[in-house]
């Protein structure tokens, strides 16, 4: 209703783009300058408006209508439950998590040698969450980073086998004969699972894209293509993402008062260390590379599991319709878009360069258009099939008192530790507010979806076009179960864009 307003005023020329060209742009993060995704800090005032009338207004209602119920939960809470190792397993492969799967490096395999046979033909991976060690949690509650050892028979198993745990800054070495340490090493596990999605990998499904978001809607005539490809598809972003990282009533603010933040620390206290591992990376940790926005299917850094070929399934629908909307773009609109990718690399430098005008020869516009599309639809996968699918496993494939965002026992410090209480593991309010926070922020509340958009377009050919890529999509639906594949989440529950 209130985008409708928007770049109503001024001269006819200005009425083309949205804003009048005065519309957001990205800048460096206020936090993190050199470390973090760019920020998008001065937004619209019809997206604020809009935003708080379908999503703000949903988390006061969640605030209030579901903290009785959150409240009635932790109060049955007794201890954490007991994870087998064949759960553990299952959790950290079947899944979301299994996006944590990494190569060893040398390190690893010298802290696991006594765990891997030189002759064994399998193969190791590694799932490491050391950036945890930079939290200073608050008094009584405890962290420690983990790697964990993986072993699988080859690298079509979708069977993973966890056999080690390394913990804390010493790594120590522990395995399931060890008992009650190796026990209590598991919640520390799902504890950096938890923080990692969070923190690291998520973050990288929303903040690079609000630079794409911005510099589309700040350079990009409204009747252009591109804009009408993108624009459904970034409503609400710019103002959640904000309110995330900038927002006093963020569930990640430096504000420990507020009832549904769940974590150990605040965000300054090292949780932000997560993000800059995440998106700047670690050097020589294979776990954690600098974030490159993928110009090719094997950057789209899928897991080798059942969910990253579901994500990736769901890939190729999107390239098909990106190329064929390119395929129709003017001259004059792929000089829009060269200017476009030019503005978007001085803030993400691995976004690909594009070169239309002046004059290009025939093989730099056919490559043009090539890094385009894919471009185009890296982004629309990403805002929508990628972002729901993480959001609905981490909310309803992993239990809330799996997800061990805080810990009151300290981490293993021998082979032969104490006895495990899981009863002192959490307290009833750590529960409280875990669940209020799933309800709030982790659980998917969509509000307008992707296969109800409408692109607008002008001729036949592309709306025939808009036709076959959601036949594409219903066709890859209904193709999953024939081959093994988990249906993750409904193709009809897909967010149009980031809204959760």
């Not at 979708?158 to 004969?177: H, M, N, Q, S, Y």
């Not at 933040?261 to 605040?266: L, V, Y």
Request: aromatic letters at 12%; hydrophobic letters at 40%; one cysteine or more.
């Amino acid at each position: 209703m209130f985008l409708s307003l928007a770049g109503k005023a001024g001269s006819s020329r200005s009425k083309k783009f949205l804003y009048d060209r005065k519309g957001p742009w990205p800048q460096p993060s206020p936090r993190h300058p050199l470390g973090t995704a760019p920020e998008v800090l001065h937004l619209p005032w019809q997206e604020k408006v809009d935003w708080q009338l379908h999503i703000g207004l949903r988390y006061m209602r969640d605030l209030f209508l579901y903290g009785p119920v959150a409240a009635f939960r932790a109060l049955g809470f007794r201890e954490l439950p007991t994870i087998s190792d064949a759960e553990l397993n299952d959790a950290l492969v079947r899944g979301l998590y299994s996006r944590f799967l990494a190569p060893l490096d040398e390190v690893d395999r010298q802290t696991f040698s006594a765990q891997i046979d030189p002759s064994d033909t399998g193969l190791h991976y590694k799932m490491d969450f050391s950036p945890i060690a930079s939290v200073d949690p608050y008094r009584g509650m405890h962290v420690a980073p983990t790697v964990t050892l993986l072993r699988r028979a080859t690298k079509d198993d979708p069977e993973f086998e966890v056999k080690a745990i390394a913990i804390g800054d010493d790594r120590l070495v522990l395995e399931p004969t060890d008992g009650d340490s190796w026990e209590l090493a598991k919640y520390y596990v799902l504890q950096g699972c938890s923080y990692a999605t969070l923190f690291t990998e998520h973050p990288n499904v929303h903040f690079p894209f609000d630079t794409i978001n911005a510099v589309t809607k700040g350079s990009i005539p409204t009747d252009h293509l591109l804009f009408r490809l993108l624009i459904p598809h970034f409503r609400f972003s710019l103002v959640l993402d904000n309110a995330v990282l900038q927002g006093d009533a963020s569930v990640i603010s430096n504000f420990r008062a507020t009832i549904y933040d769940p974590f150990t620390a605040k965000a300054d206290a090292g949780l932000m260390a997560f993000f800059v591992a995440g998106y700047k990376g670690l050097e020589g940790n294979s776990a954690y590379p600098a974030y490159r926005f993928a110009a090719s299917r094997d950057q789209l850094r899928l897991p080798p599991t059942r969910y990253g070929e579901f994500l990736r399934r769901y890939f190729e629908p999107f390239l098909e319709f990106s190329q064929t909307v390119v395929a129709a773009m003017t001259d004059e609109e792929l000089g829009y878009c060269q200017e476009w990718a030019r503005w978007i690399r001085v803030w993400i430098p691995t976004f690909p360069e594009l070169t239309f005008h002046p004059p290009a020869s025939p093989q730099e516009k056919d490559l043009g258009r090539d890094r385009l599309a894919f471009a185009l639809a890296v982004t629309l996968w990403d805002v929508t099939v990628v972002h729901s699918t993480d959001h609905e496993n981490f909310a309803t494939d992993i239990p809330v008192d799996w997800k061990c965002f805080r810990l009151r026992e300290p981490a293993p410090a021998s082979k032969t530790g104490g006895v495990l209480d899981r009863k002192k593991l959490s307290r009833k309010v750590d529960l409280f507010k875990s669940h209020l926070a799933h309800r709030m922020f982790f659980a998917p509340t969509t509000v307008t979806r992707l296969m109800e958009v409408e692109y607008g377009f002008e001729t036949d050919a592309l709306r025939e076009a808009e036709n076959d890529f959601k036949e594409a999509l219903r066709t890859v639906e209904a193709g999953l179960a024939a081959d093994g594949i988990p249906n993750y989440l409904a193709l009809d529950d897909v967010a149009a864009s980031i809204q959760y």
